[in-house]
T-cell receptor, first 110, second 112 residues
Framework: DADVTQTPRNRITKTGKRIMLECSQT?????MYWYRQDPGLGLRLIYY???????NKGEISDGYSVSRQAQAKFSLSLESAIPNQTALYFC?????????FGPGTRLTVL | QKEVEQDPGPLSVPEGAIVSLNCTYS??????FMWYRQYSRKGPELLMY????GNKEDGRFTAQVDKSSKYISLFIRDSQPSDSATYLC????????????FGSGTRLSIRP
């Protein structure tokens, strides 16, 4: 079984809809991250969490919110999706400087 | 100016060639340097990790860091079609960094 899993893997939604992307990990790491990946822009950090009670904004947090339900679970929400949030979203956990990424969620906002 | 610059490619080379992938950066505080490999429809995975200046070799892969020039490289010897992927450089200030800054990635294709 994969160490970092993301659901759904693909999602198409409409402008204005609320969307939740979920991430689970079995690695036992405290730190979890959400990134988005766009062509030519690489990976950009949305939010990160050092433990259940610690949530931090990344460089592009506007329009997003997160919830750390447990050490193993970290969810990303788009309260009102807009087309420029169309991207590939990755969840990751960290041990030292190594990040372990999930398989990604491809989100399309029409 | 981005903190980390990476040529997006695509780069196409014949099987067996030596590949050179590069990144430049502007933040002189970066101390830890990484290369991630990302296959299509997969998440990135750590390939090489180096600290400060110098070379590090792992099989067919060599990571090189030149802090004086703010320049890092990844060399792939005897390239194989299975090396076809996007390669992202990444760097951080501290060893257990809360934030790792990624380059935009170079797409590499190895022709059989």
């Amino acid at each position: 079984d994969a160490d970092v899993t993301q659901t759904p893997r693909n999602r198409i939604t409409k402008t204005g809809k609320r969307i939740m992307l979920e991430c689970s990990q079995t690695k036992g790491h405290d730190r979890m991250y959400w990134y988005r990946q766009d062509p030519g822009l690489g990976l950009r950090l949305i939010y990160y969490s050092f433990d259940v009670k610690d949530i931090n904004k990344g460089e592009i947090s506007d329009g997003y919110s997160v919830s750390r339900q447990a050490q193993a679970k970290f969810s990303l929400s788009l309260e009102s999706a807009i087309p420029n949030q169309t991207a590939l979203y990755f969840c990751a956990t960290t041990s030292g400087n190594e990040q372990f990424f999930g398989p990604g969620t491809r989100l399309t906002v029409l | 100016q981005k903190e980390v610059e990476q040529d997006p490619g695509p780069l196409s080379v014949p099987e067996g060639a030596i590949v050179s992938l590069n990144c430049t950066y502007s933040n002189s505080a970066f101390q830890y340097f990484m290369w991630y490999r990302q296959y299509s429809r997969k998440g990135p995975e750590l390939l090489m990790y180096t600290y400060s200046s110098g070379n590090k070799e792992d099989g067919r892969f060599t990571a090189q860091v030149d802090k004086s020039s703010k320049y890092i490289s990844l060399f792939i010897r005897d390239s194989q079609p299975s090396d076809s992927a996007t390669y992202l450089c990444a760097m951080s200030v501290e060893s257990s960094a809360s934030k790792i800054i990624f380059g935009s990635g170079t797409r590499l294709s190895i022709r059989p």
